[in-house]
């Protein structure tokens, strides 16, 4: 029977990975098709292609966070936490992803595990890292370090973006038109680079998750090394996610926040990538989406504040608040299910 929910596992978080790189990875090349510099089929397969080689290729610091927020003992009730969280965070996104609601993958999935845990062992099945922050440890651990990560990310990706769009209109103040055409070329670069960004923090989480299911079965005896089929077949799930891609919510990012230009575009998707490059070269899981919707805010505030819909940001807000309780109310109920199931 265990054979048979770890299956389970592995194929629901390749589910959830694919509902990820619908949500999330329609962010990347959101701005770039709204001022031009792509056609969607164009980005979308540029994006997806250099997502796959970040999935592949990067670290583990992401994946070992997420592990990190369990505290629970290796055993196989521990599979029906991980499915009862990556169901909970796959219904949540299938959900915002259909209302073309900016949310963050991130967070529902942070929710599901948490209330998942939380339902089979007691809350002390969280790393939940509120002492060692009060104690005043250096180092973030646990729903303290996602949390913050999930918060300052967006945030920064916002403040960079101001300042830059300040600076990029001074210097910029004397050009014609044809600054435009190199405007647009770069953000192939820049886009390539959040996309790397994007396929490798968001892969991460999966592969975290993918471990301890493969740990909490008897597979590995570790987390440590990573079967390297893991890596590539989420890469593989990311790429297939950002081609069917998340067109409402391309749609929001683009064109609903406020209007780009080639220099605002570029201004987003050089604060986005540094954004999310230096997330991931921390280990700290972010949303994409909520970065890229920040840098977008961020430069439309410092060239017109009173052009952009601030009520984007408003139902994004609400939706971060809505998200983690949301997805942990559901893994619960999902978790005492599956536990009656497997009587």
Not at 217 to 241: D, R, T
Request: glycine share 10%; charged share 5%.
């Amino acid at each position: 029977m265990w054979e048979l929910v770890l299956a389970l596992v592995v194929l629901v978080a390749f589910v959830f990975l694919l509902t990820n790189g619908m949500n999330d990875a329609s962010a990347v090349v959101a701005t770039m098709i709204a001022c031009g510099a792509a056609t969607p089929l164009q980005a979308v397969l540029w994006a997806a292609s250099v997502g796959l080689v970040g999935a592949i290729f990067s670290g583990a610091a992401v994946a070992q966070t997420i592990i990190g927020l369990l505290n629970v003992p290796v055993s196989h009730q521990l599979l029906l936490v991980l499915l009862a969280g990556l169901t909970a965070a796959m219904i949540w996104n299938l959900f915002t992803w259909k209302l073309g609601i900016p949310s963050s993958s991130t967070h529902s999935l942070v929710g599901g595990l948490v209330g998942g845990a939380w339902a089979a062992y007691g809350a002390s099945a969280v790393v939940w890292g509120w002492t060692e922050l009060y104690m005043g440890n250096a180092e973030l651990v646990g729903v303290a370090k996602i949390v913050a990560s999930l918060i300052i990310s967006p945030a920064l990706g916002f403040l960079v973006a101001f300042i830059v769009q300040m600076v990029l209109s001074l210097a910029f103040r004397r050009a014609t038109f044809w600054v435009n055409k190199p405007l647009k070329r770069s953000q192939w670069l820049l886009s390539g680079i959040l996309a790397y960004g994007h396929g490798a923090n968001d892969a991460q989480k999966m592969v975290g998750i993918i471990s301890l299911a493969l740990l909490a079965s008897g597979v590995q005896s570790s987390v440590e090394g990573v079967p390297a089929w893991v890596k590539i077949a989420c890469g593989l799930i990311m790429f297939f996610g950002t081609l069917f891609g998340g067109w409402s919510i391309m749609k929001t990012l683009g064109t609903g926040i406020f209007t780009l230009r080639p220099l605002h575009s570029f201004n987003s998707q050089f604060s986005a990538g540094a954004a999310v490059a230096l997330a991931t070269f921390v280990g700290a899981p972010v949303s994409t989406t909520h970065i890229v919707s920040g840098t977008v805010i961020g430069a439309g505030a410092a060239d017109n504040y009173r052009m952009v819909n601030w009520n984007v940001g408003k139902h994004m807000l609400v939706a971060w608040c809505v998200t983690i309780p949301a997805s942990a109310l559901c893994a619960a109920g999902v978790y005492r299910l599956l536990q009656w199931l497997t009587r």
